[in-house]
């Protein structure tokens, strides 16, 4: 009996108008959809935009996504970086859910006009990454100078990106079937 | 002729309803309103949160908290840490200005309901607010297990904290008057 | 037919004469030593020391270290925070390997003297775990105010901790075997 | 009466063999040399390098260290990028000071084989640099791809590099004339 697919949501992780970061999501959404053995998503985090501050929006907004999260087996963020750390608007999507995190990979890919790929973002990222009980992949990919487009050798590259995010990814949900995470 | 007072606005770094952190600011809010030569004000994130993700309405709240970071001559924020990071709303406030931050100091309160004060979210901000051309001062304050209240010894701790911040806010702003800050 | 056992290295990370992690390295170890189906050992910063800087020194430690690595399924790091880092002697020895690393999960205790138990250290040495390869996992020991010794209560906060570490452990080294670390 | 010069020195922060850092240490040293109203210093961490780990040796090298930095009117560093995070023998050298940093701005440069330029180095060694009561400038140089050289570009990046890190040094001397750090 085969194996049942691996789910894979991409979240692209700014809300803002004229986002490049938009464009590399697509890339990575294609990319991941010709993965054997993986089904995808894509998350905008302009869908789980809270208009307000009350928890009643908060609440419905936060069941919608953790119940993503609860069906996921690891998770490919894309998001650039704004003065060293990450979209608040991604943070505050990443804080909605907790227990349904635990035990999962999580790939990250940042985006930037300038030469460092998001590189300081990434790294503010995958220490979140740790708090949320998933695991940051070693492999990053950085789009840098994404005014100019993206770089086709990012085809390229995502391969060792995404085969060690499936390595985690195969053997933790393994180990999730086998043993309930404790932590 | 007496020197200008030093212009410290607080900020407070979530919008959640039931934010405990709101105390903690409160607390500060009095602290610094009793400092000679110093005037404050409290900046709420809730009074900038954006309702959508079009740019008109980004640009109208960008000027107008650019306008309160432009006059300020420093800055105490109060934030909540979330899985190791800053709240989201807090990094969407804070990346709508930037040109008006160079060469100002920066203290930061963490709130935490855990031990550890909000240690993580402090360091984090601390590379945000390099990447704004602003000084992360050294002494920071942790408020542990806000659950259980505020410690009285941080009306002590607190002395310290306010001695660095105006140690660093006079000394930058001699400076930003005698030469334009270049970076 | 039984498992073999998990090997999972204890390396104590200061080299400073009086070091008080030392004590918490001795706890942890004989902490370890008693779970079941778990190999343990204590590598000593110390014992790795390099007394020059040129190259044939530093490659037989290298190959010493590297050694050890290669054989563990996973590690515990004890280390005290200085100025908020790492210890450079630490630093120092794991920069030593990194083939080696591939796919192994890391525990990390923080040792202070004040009341943040090194969580900052812990944060900066888990982005170094990342770069390693490794797995940093969600649980940290944060050993507080050390010069009034240890609070017995980390008998039972460990728990958790090595929980985790294991599931991690048993989940990567299945899946080594199955297939190569690839990154 | 003319200022009394600046005192800059430069640490260079790998003491390995082959070091490439040692070029761009070079580079940076020349163009301190041209700087008006700067005298700067290298510091090589092999001269500090502890050949044991007793605190007789530890303590006649503490003092030669605090020495230089308690003449300083601010720093740069010089330091590659192992493992995303800072060289161990740099921090040993960081660490042997502590009073003698206060108040003082350090500007950071990143070397690294890849294109990110150290950059996650650079994060890392700020949050150090703000536990050291120093001022890390937001102008960083990350010499990317050493292996193939240093890019003349570099000459005219180092201007706001400089400018940023001057417009700090005479602010700070000036402040620490005035009135004692207190934190």
Redesign the interface.
Do not use: C
């Given at each position: 009996m085969a194996n049942a697919p691996l789910f894979i949501p991409l979240i692209l992780g700014t809300?803002?108008?004229?986002r490049r970061s938009e464009s590399v999501a697509q890339f990575m959404f294609q990319q991941m959809q010709a993965l054997k053995g993986v089904e995808t998503m894509m998350i905008d985090v302009?869908d789980y935009?809270l208009?307000?501050?009350?928890?009643s929006e908060?609440m419905a907004v936060e069941k919608r996504f953790a119940k993503v999260v609860n069906e996921a087996d690891g998770f490919v963020i894309v998001a650039p970086e704004?003065?060293?750390?990450?979209?608040?608007?991604?943070?505050?999507?990443?804080?909605m859910a907790?227990d349904e995190y635990a035990?999962k990979p999580i790939g990250i890919c940042g985006v930037s006009d300038g030469?460092?790929?998001g590189?300081?973002m990434v790294?503010?990222l995958?220490?979140?990454a740790?708090?949320?009980?998933t695991?940051?992949?070693?492999?990053a990919l950085?789009f840098?100078n994404i005014d100019k487009g993206i770089d086709p050798a990012f085809e390229r590259r995502s391969i060792?990106f995404f085969?060690?995010l499936l390595?985690?990814a195969?053997?933790?949900k393994?180990?999730r079937k086998k043993?309930i995470?404790?932590?």
């Open positions: 809300a803002r108008e004229g302009r935009h208009r307000g501050t009350d928890n908060r704004y003065n060293h750390g990450y979209p608040g608007e991604l943070k505050m999507l990443l804080d907790f035990g030469g460092l790929g590189a300081r790294e503010q995958r220490l979140v740790v708090a949320l009980r695991v940051p992949i070693n492999q950085y840098s060792k085969k060690e390595w985690y195969e053997a933790l393994a180990q043993s995470f404790i932590s």
